[in-house]
Each structure stands twice: as C-alpha cells, then as structure tokens.
Antibody
Framework: QVTLRDSGPALVKPTQTLTLTCTFS??????????INWIRQAPGKALEWLAL???????YYNPSLKTRVTISKDTSNNQVVLTVTNMDPVDTGTYYC????????????WGQGTLVTVSP | QSLLTQPPSMSAAPGQRISISCSGR????????VSWYQQFPGTAPRFLIY???KRPSDIPDRFSGSKSGTSATLDINLLQTEDEATYYC???????????FGGGTKLTVL
C-alpha cells in the first residue's frame, strides 16, 4: 500500500525559504516509472503544479516558479524535498506531494497536505 | 489563469447525468493523456480518471471520461448528493514541459 506524508512549517515569514518533505512508503523512487510531484492550492483557488522528480532523476518545474523552486530526492530514506525561496504572502496555501507512475500527470495517491501561511 | 478551461460551477438534481468539460490546446490535451480529480472541502484531491478514460479500481462506473481533439469531458451518471465536490482536469503540456490543471468545476447536487 502506497502512502505519502507531507510535512513542513505551518508559518514562514516573507523572504524566508520554505522547505517541505514528502515521506513515502510502499514503493521505491528508484523503480522505473515512479514520480513524485508537488502541487499547491491557495485558499479557495485551483490546484497549481510546482515540480516533479522521477526515478531516473528527471526534474521538471512550473515555468512561472522555476527560479524559486528546487526539488530533490533521498532514495535511501524514501523522501523528496521541495524548497521554495523568497516566500511571499501570495505563496500561502496547502502544499501536497503526490505519487505518479508511468505518467508525469496522473496522481494516484496524495499526501494529506500541509497548510503554509506566509506572514510577518 | 489556468491553461485548461473548465466551467466554474454546474448544478444538477440527484439521479441526473452531468458532463464537465475541460478545454485546452494541441500541446496539452490533444497530445497527452488527461486525468480527473475530485476534491471535497478541506481534503486532498482524489484520483478519478486517468489516461483519458480509465478508472482506478475503487472508482464507481458512474464516473467516465472521454476526449476529442483539444477537449476532454468527465461524465457523472446517476448523480448522488455525495458527488457534490470540485472537479479538476489535468494533463502534461509538451510545450511548457509542465503539468497543467483546469480551474476546477464546483458541482452542486440539489
């Protein structure tokens, strides 16, 4: 059974860097066709995709956030880390990690979400 | 503004059928598989449809997906009150090299 748990700070200040961790079980990110994505959702707004990392270290980023976002993986510890620099109040929202297999954009399993508020 | 266009809201009565549209471009919907997600307030999205028209094993067959050209559709038959949720379409965009989502459709079952 695949499970994902996303974690990180509930509150960050403007200009700070946000670091989120996705800890997963039930699969290995070194297995062919496995991907972990990060997606966020501002309060009352639509889903916004941020980044993905694959079993072969493939990485893609949302073009509008590419200069601020970095995704990395620790395969031995079953974790994926997302960092977002220079946080702003407009970055407030719920951040989800999600698992995809054999596809970049079919998210079978989602983490529970971490609500991040950006405020002084 | 989302790259995939969905109607912001729709409503229908229990027992009816509804079709939610998702309109995009050649670089996304026409050339890549579409997925659909269901989201209730305060919860993570749920995987409904993948590869345009396939259902995960735990999704009832009242839900179905289809695609034609640059548009995709989610159909829900025999609507139930528990289907009241927001529905999102998503796919890969080959030009942007990124995942794109629709703006979401809030479905009211009344």
């Amino acid at each position: 059974q695949v499970t994902l748990r996303d974690s990180g700070p509930a509150l960050v200040k403007p200009t700070q860097t946000l670091t989120l961790t996705c800890t997963f079980s039930g699969f290995s990110l070194s297995t062919n066709g496995m991907y972990i994505n990060w997606i966020r959702q501002a309060p009352g707004k639509a889903l916004e995709w941020l980044a993905l990392i694959g079993w072969d270290d493939t990485r893609y980023y949302n073009p509008s956030l590419k200069t601020r976002v970095t995704i990395s993986k620790d395969t031995s510890n079953n974790q994926v880390v997302l960092t977002v620099t220079n946080m702003d109040p407009v970055d407030t929202g719920t951040y989800y990690c999600a698992w995809a297999r054999e596809s970049f954009s079919s998210f079978d399993i989602w983490g529970q979400g971490t609500l991040v508020t950006v405020s002084p | 503004q989302s790259l995939l266009t969905q109607p912001p809201s729709m409503s229908a009565a229990p027992g009816q059928r509804i079709s939610i549209s998702c309109s995009g471009r050649t670089s996304n919907i026409e050339t890549n598989f579409v997925s659909w997600y269901q989201q209730f307030p305060g919860t993570a999205p749920r995987f409904l449809i993948y590869d345009d028209d396939k259902r995960p094993s735990d999704i009832p067959d009242r839900f179905s997906g289809s695609k034609s050209g640059t548009s995709a559709t989610l159909d829900i038959n025999l609507l139930q009150t528990e289907d009241e949720a927001t529905y999102y379409c998503g796919t890969w965009d080959s030009t942007l090299r990124s995942v794109v989502f629709g703006g979401g459709t809030k479905l009211t079952v009344l």
